[in-house]
């Protein structure tokens, strides 16, 4: 028995779960997400607690048993409080803005770069060099966060670019000069 996939998933005041079809549906403060489940995978709520069942022993269909329940208790949480990764920028000159729906970004290159925001992701910068990726899809914000790194991955050298605030940069030494 899948010991994640048994376990049930609570669902918190203000936060509305639909089941249509193979189809979960959460509604909550802070936007709406909804997911489809395998057939093999059953979905049930009673006395708000959400429950993920399982037709048969099969790897596979064990496998997504956990998988569903995780899936769809991040969708509850992220209707409900969101999620929000933190980057740092480093580097001299290197700064972020948010122009509307895009942020723009300062990274050593000729010119600035546009990184236009998916719909359902807020950026907020704080001090031009701290860059907080929001929204309710958990895989979302995770997704851009890594975009957004992408751009201007850390340095092993002299640690300059674009860091999750949590990330430690191995720092390598550089060549010695003169050293016989």
Not at 14 to 20: L, M
Not at 24 to 52: D, F, R
Not at 75 to 82: E, I, P, R, S
Request: hydrophobic share 35%; no cysteine.
């Amino acid at each position: 028995m899948s010991r994640i996939g048994k376990k049930p998933i609570p669902l918190p005041q203000g936060v509305k779960v639909a089941i249509e079809g193979q189809t979960v549906k959460a509604e909550g403060p802070k936007g709406t997400l909804s997911q489809t489940v395998p057939g093999t995978l059953s979905i049930t709520v009673e006395q708000n607690v959400l429950t993920v069942g399982r037709s048969s022993e099969h790897r596979t269909v064990r496998a997504l048993h956990g998988l569903m329940r995780s899936l769809i208790a991040n969708m509850v949480h992220g209707v409900k409080d969101g999620f929000e990764r933190k980057l740092e920028i480093v580097g001299i000159g290197y700064r972020a803005q948010v122009q509307g729906k895009s942020l723009q970004l300062a990274l050593g290159y000729s010119h600035p770069v546009i990184f236009p925001l998916p719909e359902g992701i807020q950026a907020e910068v704080e001090k031009q060099v701290s860059i907080t990726i929001k929204g309710a899809d958990k895989a979302l914000v995770g997704q851009t966060a890594a975009k957004i790194r992408e751009l201007r991955k850390p340095d092993p050298y002299k640690g300059k670019g674009i860091k999750y605030s949590d990330e430690h940069i191995r720092r390598k030494v550089g060549k010695k000069a003169g050293a016989k």
